[in-house]
T-cell receptor, first 114, second 113 residues
Framework: DQQVKQNSPSLSVQEGRISILNCDYT??????FLWYKKYPAEGPTFLIS?????DKNEDGRFTVFLNKSAKHLSLHIVPSQPGDSAVYFC?????????????FGKGTLLTVNP | DGGITQSPKYLFRKEGQNVTLSCEQN?????MYWYRQDPGQGLRLIYY???????QKGDIAEGYSVSREKKESFPLTVTSAQKNPTAFYLC????????????FGPGTRLTVL
């Protein structure tokens, strides 16, 4: 049972426009969410995170929104640049107990066209 | 220059052979992790370790083994018992108190012929 879902395998946007990547989760115990960016044949790099006590976190061109009631989060990239083209993974965890496991979605391939 | 190194970048092995993937970090992180990525799939946790000489199974530990004799090193052995070993393997580490954010190495592509 997939607990973190990224239902769009791919997304294509024009340079300068907004990219919106979506992520849904089913486990209501998750209380911390992260986005990673991954280029082919490289390891993922941490992008931005959000705690469940917040509904928005912003870092430069990247903003993550969290809607707890809908169990939905989204990553906004504004403005999108060709260098943003990569696979974006959403990840979630439950901070309680001693389990440090991150649960990842399957990823969304973002292509930013010049 | 701190970071996580994985070697080699590409590895080829014959079916039935065990193979060990290296992961070293000089970030002084307490926790280390091994993930596997398959095409069109997210990252799946194989094993993780929070302290030296201790490790726990992740979601897909069958056919794999690990050791954590040093804080800096967390090698992964892919045994002949692993039915589909060909994959991209990623090692990660984190500060134990901030285990939310894991930092990844560049990965090793293992191909079993």
């Amino acid at each position: 049972d997939q607990q973190v879902k990224q239902n769009s395998p791919s997304l294509s946007v024009q340079e300068g426009r907004i990219s919106i990547l979506n992520c849904d989760y089913t486990n209501s115990m998750f209380d911390y969410f992260l986005w990673y960016k991954k280029y082919p044949a490289e390891g993922p790099t941490f992008l931005i995170s959000i705690s469940s006590i917040k509904d928005k976190n912003e870092d430069g061109r990247f903003t993550v929104f969290l809607n707890k009631s809908a169990k939905h989060l989204s990553l906004h990239i504004v403005p999108s640049q060709p260098g943003d083209s990569a696979v974006y993974f959403c990840a979630a965890k439950y901070s309680g107990g001693s389990n440090y496991k991150l649960t990842f979605g399957k990823g969304t391939l973002l292509t930013v066209n010049p | 220059d701190g970071g996580i190194t994985q070697s080699p970048k590409y590895l080829f092995r014959k079916e039935g052979q065990n193979v060990t993937l290296s992961c070293e970090q000089n970030l002084n992180h307490d926790a280390m992790y091994w993930y596997r990525q398959d095409p069109g799939q997210g990252l799946r946790l194989i094993y993780y370790s929070q302290i030296v000489n201790d490790f726990q199974k992740g979601d897909i530990a069958e056919g794999y083994s690990v050791s954590r004799e040093k804080k800096e090193s967390f090698p992964l052995t892919v045994t002949s018992a692993q039915k589909n070993p060909t994959a991209f393997y990623l090692c990660a580490s984190s500060i134990l108190a901030l285990a939310d954010t894991q930092y990844f190495g560049p990965g090793t592509r293992l191909t079993v012929l």
